[in-house]
């Protein structure tokens, strides 16, 4: 029996209605709020803004002319639809960055305003030559002279550290330690991501230099897991880099997106059946995803939940699945007009967990 | 006795609250703001609580002052991007992909009615109030309502076409 449009009218706004998460106002009520929580947040959130703001214009104008900020709000793309989380979190963080196939980087950030554009560096213009730090606060990237940048999204200001051609850096969660691939001997290096010093590396070459390993940080910091040429290692990220466990035909997918945050399973690809996984760490037997749609593919995770870009160019969005796969949800669409999104890397923060990082 | 110690107050705020987020969210279509729209009306009610302490009343009075500030909201916050505070996740089981879709779609379609329209569609169609009920409600003519809907219908149907029900029947 065919359903009139009024009928479906009321299914679909019961249907929308279901996703509004249930809260207790009892409480809220009683603390008596001198303003409405939202807007006291963004008044917070305003003040610091703009305070972070004036401390950037202040760092600008003292940059020597030979280091210019390469943080500039050129444009503001269309409508992204934010993510959010229900931590706290401080102005001058990445919400999210969405990683071009063209190479720029789009950092939304919880303060608000137009996102912010890193532009591609000269040397490699993937999408996988830089990553988003794991609060938010900085970008890792290669550049065309042979050292790397870490970009400082709060201030501006750009470090740029190792003096050799690195590839692929991904800061560790507490931005201490960058771990790299050095360009000459395709080693996965552990660089001080302040003095750019060198702590230890691998034994083994872990790229052919066409591309990028995956490497990813462990929410701990103390493991890394690299894949190259259908072997993947567990690394010890704080010792000298022995290996700690090898896996077989699999590799971590977007970098430190791959760990779930409670640091026991990562989320791989397993080439020799162009499946996704998620692998255990302690060994256990790991779960084959289904995809929510065809062509969808797995980026990270959001707390328990794995995070999907799905959609074609020009109406891509990210879909939220279970670890099988099931489920789907929405979580954001991405509108960023003819651009393609080649991944999206997001702050920990989003996924819902508390965390302490370095300022 | 404050209101909030009035175990009426607590206990229609327990039994309804939920019921009045839900529509406060089809008239913003974003959680942060359904939640400091339904907060805002409670505070209100708190004020008057003496004089709409019956129950019915007190529904009443709360979902007039939520569409009265929603007008307020929607001005004020009239820009495409605000830092929001939860995750967009819907509680439902099982939907299939292009079901999500649609539900992104309507979301988007009714927050591009004018706040009317908006109105008289969630007070129609999901609280399936009378014509006379959604009058009252709002304050304005039955014929205003009945020609209100019709016109948010006709522009709903043109932002997003026709809809599938949650059953996945076909268009």
């Known amino acids: ?359 | 006795m404050t209101a909030l110690e009035d175990e009426a107050f607590r206990g229609f705020v327990a039994a309804r609250g939920h019921a009045l987020l839900r529509t406060a969210y089809l008239l913003t279509g974003d959680q942060q703001l359904s939640e400091d729209l339904v907060q805002a009306a409670l505070e209100k009610a708190i004020r008057h609580w003496g004089s709409i302490r019956e129950s019915a009343a007190a529904e009443a009075y709360v979902r007039r002052t939520m569409y009265r500030e929603q007008i307020s909201l929607w001005r004020r916050h009239r820009v495409t991007e605000l830092p929001a505070a939860t995750v967009p996740e819907p509680r439902r089981a099982d939907v299939p992909g292009d079901q999500v879709e649609d539900r992104i779609v309507l979301r988007d379609a009714l927050l591009q009615l004018g706040r009317r329209q908006r109105a008289v569609v969630v007070l129609r169609y999901f609280e399936d109030m009378t014509e006379q009920q959604v009058a009252d409600t709002l304050g304005i003519s039955v014929g205003t309502v009945k020609s209100t809907a019709h016109k948010a219908i006709a522009h709903l149907r043109a932002l997003c076409g026709d809809l599938v029900t949650a059953g996945g029947e076909p268009r």
């Not at chain 1, 600008?60 to 500039?72: F, M, T």
């Not at chain 1, 999204?153 to 850096?169: A, D, E, I, K, V």
């Not at chain 1, 397993?270 to 995803?289: I, K, M, N, T």
């Open chain 1, 1 to 359: 029996m065919t359903t009139s449009y009024e009928d479906r009218l009321r299914a679909a706004l019961r249907d929308t209605a279901d996703e509004v998460q249930p809260i207790e106002f009892l409480p809220r009520l009683a603390a008596k709020p001198v303003a409405a929580p939202h807007r006291r947040r963004l008044a917070v959130a305003a003040v610091a803004a703009a305070l972070a703001a004036l401390v950037a214009i202040g760092s600008v104008l003292l940059l020597r002319s030979d280091r210019p900020s390469i943080i500039e709000p050129v444009e503001r793309p269309p409508k992204v639809f934010r993510l959010s989380g229900d931590t706290s979190l401080a102005p001058g963080r990445a919400q999210i960055a969405v990683l071009t196939s063209r190479g720029a980087v789009y950092v939304h950030s919880v303060g608000g305003g137009p996102a912010v554009r890193l532009a591609p560096t000269d040397w490699v213009s993937g999408a996988y030559t830089q990553s988003l730090a794991m609060d938010g606060t900085r970008v890792a990237r290669q550049s065309y002279d042979p050292r790397l940048e870490i970009v400082n999204l709060s201030s501006g200001q750009t470090n740029r550290l190792g003096g050799f051609l690195g590839y692929c850096p991904q800061l560790s969660p507490d931005n201490r330690t960058v771990a790299v691939v050095d360009g000459e001997t395709f080693r996965l290096v552990l660089l001080d991501a302040g003095s750019g010093a060198r702590l230890r590396g691998s034994r083994a070459p872990v790229s052919d230099g066409q591309g990028c390993p995956r490497i990813a940080w462990s929410p701990d910091g103390k493991l890394i897991v690299v894949s190259y040429q259908g072997e993947t290692l567990l690394l010890d990220g704080r010792g000298r880099g022995r290996t700690v466990r090898r896996l077989s035909d699999r590799s971590p997918v977007n970098g430190h997106m791959s760990w779930a945050p409670d640091g026991q399973s990562i989320l791989m690809y397993h080439q020799p059946s162009g499946r996704f996984v998620v692998a255990s760490v302690d060994g256990e037997p790991e779960s084959v995803l289904e995809a929510p749609q065809d062509g969808s593919r797995p980026l990270g995770w959001a707390g328990t939940r794995i995070v999907w870009l799905v959609g074609p160019p020009g109406s891509q969005r990210l879909v939220t699945t279970d670890r099988t796969g099931a489920d789907p949800r929405p979580w954001m669409r991405l509108e960023i007009g003819d651009r393609t999104a080649e991944t999206v890397q997001w702050s920990r923060d989003l996924t819902g967990r508390a965390t302490d990082s370095r300022p």
